[in-house]
């Protein structure tokens, strides 16, 4: 398998894992926490995995350079300020629902990817986007009015698809500039935590985890299954690809977020749920081609 094709299969398997974190967001909001509570046990779970997998693999990824740090602050504050976006939204509305507005980070990362990376914008690369979408809209209902909108709901899933998409730029700008996966990795855990952290009451959230070993157990999946790993992937599909790439693989976390839907809260899974999933799957394998297509082009330059 190539560099290209391996970064590609990270993403895929990041979007499937990230997928099914509203197993965990439900628990944790139904215990009593709200969002910023959420993401700060989510982000300081993480942070204590990564530091301790550091110490013992990889003690030389703690060093970083001062002059980085105004981008790797970036890169933590447009994820924190997407997280408690997403998270806010998947307590307001359907699951699949919140995971259509977060894709709509496809199309800003694109205009990034072009503006500020002069990433080409090729036409497998559009073609794909616009049916990755439409089987979103098609998952969640919204070409059939089967749904009830929420319209803040809405607002705040739009909100996350814009942080994501700058958050995706700053992560993949940090990577350009030297820094290694796991660097950027623990810095950028350890800003978002101590942003976190003071509005987020500690000693109520420990209470709240203390109180229950459902929640305990919910509260260290979020961390470790559901952040942790598929953060590491997410790093090591940016470092191989342009994030216009990346965000059309991501759209599989929509599809990912309605059988989550179905299997564990049992939401609707319609025909127009089914046609969704399936032209997302067709948005991958296009733009799995235009990587190959890619990849040969390069071969033979």
């Known amino acids: 398998m190539t560099a290209k094709a391996l970064s590609a299969a990270s993403v895929i398997a990041c979007a499937s894992i990230w997928g099914f974190i509203g197993i965990c967001t439900r628990t944790l909001s139904d215990a009593g926490m709200d969002s910023v509570q959420i993401n700060a046990v989510r982000s300081t779970v993480c942070l204590v995995a990564i530091a301790a997998a550091l110490l013992v693999m990889d003690r030389g990824a ?23 976006l997403y998270i806010q939204a998947q307590t307001m509305i359907d699951l699949s629902m919140a995971g259509v507005l977060l894709s709509t980070h496809c199309y800003f990362s694109i205009a990034i990817s072009y503006l500020v990376f002069r ?33 803040l709901g809405i607002c705040i899933g739009l909100g996350a698809g814009f942080g994501e998409a700058l958050h995706a730029a700053t992560f993949k700008l940090s990577l350009d500039r030297g820094n290694s996966e796991p660097t950027v990795l623990f810095y950028v855990f350890v800003l978002s935590t101590a942003m976190l952290m003071p509005f987020s009451d500690p000693a109520g959230t420990v209470s709240i985890m203390a109180g229950s070993t459902e929640v305990l157990v919910a509260s260290l999946a979020i961390g470790l299954v559901f952040t942790a790993l598929p953060y590491y992937l997410y790093s090591k599909g940016l470092a191989g690809l342009d994030i216009g790439t990346v965000s059309v693989l991501m ?35 296009i733009m799995n081609l235009g990587i190959r297509d890619e990849e040969r082009k390069q071969d033979n330059a």
Not at 64 to 81: H, S, Y
Not at 130 to 151: D, H, K, N, Y
């Open 62 to 84: 703690f060093r970083i350079k001062a002059k980085d740090l105004w981008v790797l602050f970036l890169a933590a504050l447009t994820k924190v300020g997407m997280d408690v």
């Open 251 to 285: 759209f599989l976390e929509t599809a990912m977020a309605s059988v989550a839907g179905l299997i564990f809260f049992g939401e609707e899974m319609s025909l127009h749920s089914v046609i969704g999933i399936a032209l997302i799957f067709a948005s991958l394998v």
């Open 119 to 151: 990433d080409r914008i090729t036409a497998k690369k559009i073609l794909a986007a616009v049916i990755g979408f439409s089987g979103c809209a098609f998952a969640v209902g919204l070409f059939t009015g089967v749904r009830e909108l929420e319209i």
